[in-house]
């Protein structure tokens, strides 16, 4: 307002905003450290080898650097979904409760609903759905893995 951007203060809180704000600002550095670290073992030689070879930006991108830092950006993604789903704190301060993510609704059946057997059976339910999920990443992983050494 002082800048003369905005006329009168912007009302983010209790919002769908708000919450993916919240949301991304906890969860950022799960992926950031990940991809970092990934990026960091790059050997920029093959950068470099590439544009000798007239690719041009979005080549080198999509044909080199992305597939050297696929295990950074993967083992990111899973650092990132797995607490994401169970998220209740911060869609219940950020979003005023309004916004029914998983973690709030499981967390509501063991709370004020004093359902606790429909939420341990929604908890496992999630659990094993993660566990699948894992399952199926390693064995294509490994799949994939084998073939580039």
């Known amino acids: 307002m002082w800048l003369g951007v905005i006329k009168s203060p912007l009302q983010i809180i209790y919002t769908d905003t708000a919450t993916l704000l919240g949301m991304a600002y906890v969860y950022l550095p799960l992926m950031v450290l990940p991809l970092y670290a990934s990026i960091e073992k790059l050997d ?10 007239y690719a041009n930006r979005f080549q080198v991108l999509w044909r080199i650097v992305i597939p050297l830092v696929k295990p950074g950006l993967i083992a990111g993604s899973i650092l990132v979904f797995i607490p994401s789903l169970g998220a209740y704190v911060i869609p219940r301060v950020l979003g005023g409760g309004k916004n029914m993510m998983l973690g709030n609704l499981i967390e509501m059946q063991f709370g004020s609903g004093r359902n606790w057997p429909l939420g341990a059976a929604m908890s496992i339910t999630l659990m094993i759905l993660v566990t699948l999920a894992l399952i199926f990443y390693v064995r294509n992983a490994s799949k994939s893995g084998a073939g580039h050494v």
């Open 44 to 53: 920029f030689r093959l950068v470099e080898a590439g544009y000798d070879l």
